[in-house]
């Protein structure tokens, strides 16, 4: 009997690219799961959500993110979590674009929730650090669905 990990892809660039995006997702939960109050505060500037659903994201969100990043890592239900890890990145970075065109310029609460009030958003950072989080996960999607499986 075969061992799921065995009809995985493999290689040293996609179990690196599963470090960083798993790595990646369990320090981005680790903040909000202890400071939920101020993360669901992040969320309300968004202004995307209505009222109701900030406390609930902001509490399942981050152990979603934990979860899924220890999945990542470890290949457990490898093709759920990549697929869960993509379509959370895509509408973080839409959420994103959206904001910065209605000229909200918003700290993202992705790795801190309680960011230098005093300081401005490192808008422009994140324009260059999301779409690196989004090749990243997009290797791991083409690697995980489209690559023929060695059987």
């Known amino acids: 009997m075969m061992l799921l990990e065995e009809k995985r892809p493999k290689g040293l660039l996609f179990m690196l690219a599963r470090l960083v995006l798993g790595g990646v997702f369990i320090y981005a939960s680790l903040d909000k799961i202890v400071n939920p109050a101020d993360f669901a505060r992040a969320v309300y500037f968004y202004q995307l959500l209505p009222d109701s659903l900030i406390n609930i994201v902001a509490i399942i969100l981050p152990w979603l993110e934990l979860f899924m990043g220890i999945c990542i890592i470890s290949g457990i ?61 997009g290797y791991l999607a083409f690697r995980v669905y489209m690559e023929p499986k060695n059987n």
């Open 77 to 137: 239900w490898l093709p759920g979590a990549v697929l869960l890890a993509n379509v959370l990145l895509w509408s973080f970075f839409a959420a994103l674009v959206f904001n910065t065109a209605r000229g909200l310029d918003v700290h993202c609460g992705c790795f801190s929730t309680r960011p230098d009030p005093a300081a401005p958003p490192p808008t422009l950072w994140y324009f260059v650090r999301d779409p690196i989080f989004l090749l990243v996960a």
